[in-house]
């Protein structure tokens, strides 16, 4: 199993990014994903979480109504489209799935919102 994100980078507040984690090595579309994030000094949380099919998503309460969670399971790919970015938001993000009993993380990308 592999995770690997994509998309981070240095944005002005009030700008957008679009986070991408490309897997491989289990079967994507029937697995939920998920979308992680870390502070310095503070404890991972989840923001956002996306069922198998796309069907469902769940949003932390400090990001909804600006991050939009998706995915597209022929390119085994999920996004996270953030926009209206805040200085609180600068984290490292992490791509997440749990298969069976494991968990799996990618390596995390880096997103650095200030002016």
């Known amino acids: 199993v592999q995770l690997v994100e994509s998309g981070g980078g240095l944005v002005q507040p009030g700008g957008s990014l679009r986070l991408s984690c490309a897997a491989s090595?289990?079967?994507?579309?029937?697995?939920?994903m998920r979308w992680y994030r870390q502070a310095p000094g503070k404890e991972r949380e989840l923001v956002a979480a996306?069922?198998?099919?796309?069907?469902?998503?769940n949003y932390a309460g400090s990001v909804k109504g600006r991050f939009t969670i998706s995915r597209d399971n022929a390119k085994n790919t999920v996004y996270l489209q953030m926009n209206s970015l805040k200085p609180e938001d600068t984290a490292v993000y992490f791509c997440?799935?749990?298969?069976?009993?494991?968990?799996?993380w990618g390596q995390g990308t880096q997103v650095t919102v200030s002016s």
């Open positions: 090595g289990f079967t994507f579309s029937s697995y939920p």
């Open positions: 996306i069922s198998s099919a796309g069907g469902n998503t």
């Open positions: 997440f799935a749990r298969i069976g009993i494991r968990d799996y």
